[in-house]
């Protein structure tokens, strides 16, 4: 008897918002002020959905364990596909020394305990341990905690935007909710927050990897897609928007906005300003546990086809886990947390959580481009589910958030206006992208020269130059 397929519509759904709901980046995102509004629609038509249906038909036609490395090497060839694992992974280990940053700065916040420098990085260290720890064990062995998770992402995202509408109501609101505010702000400083909304819409893959699972996904994933996508938008603005009402846009800050907005929507520290922050301490380590499976996997893969390095490939004989980049996880986040004191830039969250974003959006960068070059070399491969369009549909769909990716990605690390507060800002964001793509080129050219292929030439060559010099 064929196995009964019981992913419906409302788990993809809830599926999505679990993965790709992240608390941390509301903070951000509402510092692009109202006209983020504006930004969260036109990016979830010409980004979100796009992105989802892409990565469905990807998903559902290459569906082994390499994910993106395997769909950009498919596309491009294995260099290619390294740099795609590369910073698909790097940007986890980034994301790790932010949300530890953050988690001692939630602490200082809330509680009436003050530490020093060196006593915050002590915590952070404890904090990545422990994530690494929990990571190196199979998702399904710690399923309660990314369940537990999901609804405490919820209850902060309600408590944010239902506190608001009460104060709004109550007491009027810090920021200008207008029609023209609400319209898309030019400058150079908004501009670069919206990196930040492309990032809250990732990590979609995850879902179409349960197509399998589907009695339609044909008509199940674009639903998904759809739904999800409004879903996901709704909290962060709903949340946002609370976070409008306790704080003006241009003094919210990246990382202490979030309490900092309960704080003053609830009147002052409470019972129920210390349940929100543990709460919200408790997702920053649930959102690492729930990806750090997906960026080693995709890690564990590459290496193991010689495009990383043979560490990335070193697995649990007991678990089957990839725990050599998962050991790696925690040693650069660790790394990463002690020399944070030295930084110029004083919002270290912000820094560290810059360069995550700039890593990530793109390994996506190079994703699009796959999909589009995939259709043109490799249109016989059975598709379960295509992205439905004539070629000019297919041509905007892929090029569109291209743009999108590439211009976001300029604005978080490049310094346009060259004010004195932008350059502290972003230059150390530009001198950490450049280090990070540098050491991935060192990783591939390193794996490559350890390629059994390219020893068997060489050793032929080799062979072939004696047998001619004998003659």
Known sequence: ??????????????????????????????????????????????????????????????????????????????????????????????????????????????????????????????????????SSYPVADSKWILNLAAIAKVIIMVSLGALGIYVAFTKGVASNFTVKTMLPQMDVKSLGYISVILFNFLGFEVVTSMASEMPNPKKQIPQAIIWGGILIAVFYVFAAFGMGVAIPSNELSTSSGLMESILLLI????????LIALLFMYTLAANLISWSAGVNYVASYAAKNHDLPKIFGIESKKTGMPV???????????????????????????????LNVVALLGSYLLMFPSFWRL??????????????????????????????????????AFPLNGSAEEMSTKIPILIGTIITILLGE??????????????????????????????
């Open 324 to 354: 050599g980049a998962n050991l790696l996880n925690g040693g650069i986040a660790a790394i990463l947390v002690v020399i944070s004191p030295l930084i110029p830039n004083q919002n270290i969250f912000w820094a560290f959580f810059s």
């Open 1 to 134: 008897m064929q196995k009964e397929k019981k992913f419906r519509l409302f788990d993809a759904v809830l599926m999505s918002v679990v993965v790709v709901l992240v608390v941390e980046s509301v903070a951000p995102a509402a510092a692009i002020g109202p006209s983020q509004f504006f930004w969260w629609g036109i990016l979830l038509v010409f980004f979100f959905l796009p992105y989802g249906l892409i990565s469905a038909e990807l998903g559902t036609t290459y569906d082994e364990d390499g994910g993106i490395y395997d769909w950009v090497r498919k596309a491009f060839g294995r260099r290619w596909g390294g740099r795609a694992a590369w910073l698909y992974w790097i940007n986890f280990p980034i994301w790790m020394a932010s949300l530890a940053v953050l988690f001692t700065g939630v602490i200082g916040q809330v509680f009436p305990t003050h530490f020093g420098t060196w006593t915050n990085v002590l915590i952070q260290l404890v904090f990545i341990g422990i994530v690494t720890l929990i």
């Open 375 to 412: 259709r043109k070399v490799d249109p016989d491969t059975e598709r379960p589910f295509k992205v439905p369009g004539n070629p000019l549909m297919i041509n905007l769909m892929t090029w569109i958030p291209v743009a999108l990716l590439g211009i976001t990605t300029i604005l978080s």
């Open 442 to 471: 060192v990783c591939i050219r390193a794996a490559e020269k350890h390629h059994p292929l390219k020893k068997t030439v060489k050793a032929s060559s080799h062979h072939t130059a004696e047998a001619l010099s004998k003659n």
């Open 267 to 274: 009147g002052g520290n409470n019972w129920f300003v210390i």
